[in-house]
């Protein structure tokens, strides 16, 4: 592993993290009023090893990640991007302002574990600084939330997004390339409308306590995993507005718990053999369920009946199990290739 030069610098009251095509280490966090960048394990900020800390009043505008080829690791952790919005005038004299944006781009992630990037204080974070790169804790963003890590073309790994509380102002916007994917999310604050796009192949998204909308114009949740055997797990959430599942062709999982939706909700799992089941989940208008060619199956309680079911079968039993050996997988044998008892 050869440790990469990470260049930070400020433009316009944006923040530019850019790495190189080494295998860059990257921790920001927020401390005593400062944010900080640092390299970790051999990664240089600016060309000199160690870290760069700057004012936290300094970003005022976007924050952009962009750490290119190699096999890079993120995290951030404890940063408030909650930055007061700055007023501005278009040519033709109109006045706005400006729009923040906090975007991750180009991660190459490997999947066996990293740098020991956090103290480790919860069991969600030690599973996750193990797992994989993309580890998002106590975050606040004012605005949108990107992260895109399409740009894997050269390791062939699994990418894996870790959230845990964090409260975005506006849109999240998760997109990940097509291979093995697992995105995990608990605590979560989604002020306006949030996609999850795994791409092909077999990815996991599992949501806890989550709340999509209820604070502005829009809130929808949409899930798209493509073609492949997927699983889709959702408990104890809000959506403002509508929930999309949308699994694409293979043998799919979805299993949704005490969500409350206040539209409506579309789920399709397209073709193969598939398996719905819906516990306490409360849809105020249309709720479709729509299987496709295979042997598809379906359980509910009264609570949670659907208005319309097509080319779905409905049954009086389906065995969890499968789901949560695809949870366990996703995390804890991941755990042990990285060498860590849990």
Partial sequence: MMAGDVKVKFDGGDLDVTGDDNDNQVHVFQANGF????????????????????????????????????DDTLFVGGVDCDMQPVPYTEENGEECECERLFCIQDLYPNSTGGAALVNGDTVLDTLARKIGPLNFQDLNVRENLSINTTGNTKWGDEDHVVLQSVTVGEDLDIVTGAKDDCVLGTDLDLREDAKIDTGDHDDVVSLTCFEVGGHGDSGDLEILTGKGHDKVDLFCGFVDEDLTVKT???????????????????????????????????????????????????????????????????????????????????????????????
């Fill in 248 to 342: 694409g062709d293979g043998h799919d999982f979805v299993l949704i718990e005490d969500v409350e939706v206040d539209e409506d909700a579309d789920i399709d799992t397209g073709n193969g053999d598939d398996k719905v089941v819906l516990i306490d989940v409360d849809v105020a208008r249309n709720f479709a369920v729509k299987g496709g060619s295979g042997s598809d199956l379906i359980e509910y309680d009264s609570q949670s009946r659907p208005d319309t079911l097509s080319s779905i079968s409905k049954t009086d039993s389906i065995a969890l199990e499968e789901f949560f050996r695809a949870i366990d997988e996703c995390l804890f044998d991941a755990l042990q290739e990285a060498g860590v008892e849990g």
């Fill in 35 to 70: 944010v900080v960048v640092a390299g970790l394990n051999g990664t240089k900020i600016n060309g000199k090893t160690g870290a760069y800390a700057f004012a936290y009043g300094k970003v005022k505008e976007d924050v952009f990640i962009k750490l290119k080829g190699g």
